[in-house]
């Protein structure tokens, strides 16, 4: 199974930026859709964007024009670069495929607060 490592989260005040990282094990990355989603205290795991192998992007229209999704094949990474960030970004940010395939990592924390 293949696993995955989050990180780069931390305590931002609000406004501020934040780049998270996940780095993937397997030879099969470069195939996949990838995604990264986050989970508030109590509120189920929502989806805030993927890429797929050829670099397109979507994003969830809470976060559009503020994150940017971009994935190195080369370094079987993604990255999830956060501007402009907001109270209501505060939670755990997981990345996985887009299918959900992988084994969950440990998530990284966002808290944005002044």
């Known amino acids: 199974q293949v696993q995955v490592v989050e990180s780069g989260g931390g305590l931002v005040q609000p406004g501020g930026s934040l780049r998270l990282s996940c780095a993937a094990s397997?030879?099969?990355?470069?195939?996949?859709?990838m995604a990264w989603y986050r989970q508030a205290p109590g509120k189920q795991r929502e989806l805030v964007a993927h890429?797929?192998?050829?670099?397109?992007?979507n994003y969830a229209d809470s976060v559009k024009g503020r994150f940017t999704i971009a994935r190195d094949n080369a370094k079987n990474t993604v990255y999830l670069q956060m501007n402009s960030l907001k109270p209501e970004d505060t939670a755990v940010y997981y990345c996985?495929?887009?299918?959900?395939?992988?084994?969950w990592g440990q998530g990284t924390q966002v808290t944005v607060s002044s």
């Open positions: 890429i797929t192998s050829g670099g397109s992007t």
């Open positions: 397997g030879s099969s990355f470069r195939l996949w859709t």
């Open positions: 996985n495929t887009l299918r959900q395939n992988y084994s």
